[in-house]
């Protein structure tokens, strides 16, 4: 008999039933009053607002359901936790998000799951009202662009190197993120917090 086939489904099911519970009574362990997790996890977010009613309570948790980008590298879905370059993280520094965003995977011409654009999309375009790319002037010299519409028209046609649209794209990131930054070097309690946080980091 293959018990080790046995074992292994057994498992699995107990995870699939145990899991979404711990990740549900983390939202009440937080006392989290807003929940703001990509789609992926939107049943796990409802599952906490019906336990509301079960036990009774009126004020149930607001649920944020964002967007879910793609990882950095190439063929991933989306960002990992385990993988560090799958993703930009609040807390990188900004060489972190320069080497990150200069990795990339952003083939040109292509607009379909390039991480690059839709870091562009939605949280450049979702930040600042337009963007500047800096070239040389034998590569056409500076543009900037109002709406990400016509940032992906000309890159779909190559008109917009990856090689110019990254650097900006990482300057850009590192402006959204140094506020955060800032926050975490000049507050004591905040900084002690962020490296609590940074030992629990998943690696594999």
């Known amino acids: 008999v293959d018990t080790t086939a046995w074992y292994q489904r057994r498992v699995h099911g107990v995870a699939q039933a145990l899991y979404p519970c711990m990740q549900c009574s983390d939202i009440f362990f937080l006392k989290a009053d807003i929940c703001q997790l990509g789609m992926d996890q939107r049943k796990v977010n409802m599952l906490a607002r019906e ?12 649920i944020l359901s964002h967007h879910m980008l793609l ?4 063929g991933q879905e989306k960002a990992s936790k385990s993988d560090p370059d799958s993703a930009i993280f609040m ?22 799951k390039n991480p690059v654009l839709q870091y562009t999309k939605f949280i450049i375009f979702g930040y600042f009202k337009e963007l500047t ?5 034998e590569n056409g010299g500076d543009v900037t662009y109002s709406t990400y519409e016509d940032l992906e028209k000309d890159f779909a ?13 990482s300057d850009a990131i590192n402006r959204i993120i140094q506020p955060v930054r800032d926050h975490f070097n000049r507050d004591p309690e905040a900084k ?10 998943v690696t594999k």
């Open 157 to 169: 046609s190559e008109k917009l190197h990856p090689g110019d649209l990254k650097p900006a794209v």
């Open 51 to 62: 336990y509301c009613d079960d036990i009774g309570v009126k004020e149930k948790p607001i």
């Open 91 to 112: 807390e990188d520094d900004e060489k972190a998000v320069k080497d990150k965003v200069k990795k990339a995977f952003c083939p040109p011409g292509v607009v379909e």
């Open 133 to 137: 790319i800096k070239r040389k002037p």
């Open 192 to 201: 002690k917090l962020l490296e609590v946080v940074r030992q629990f980091r």
């Open 71 to 74: 990882g950095l590298k190439e």
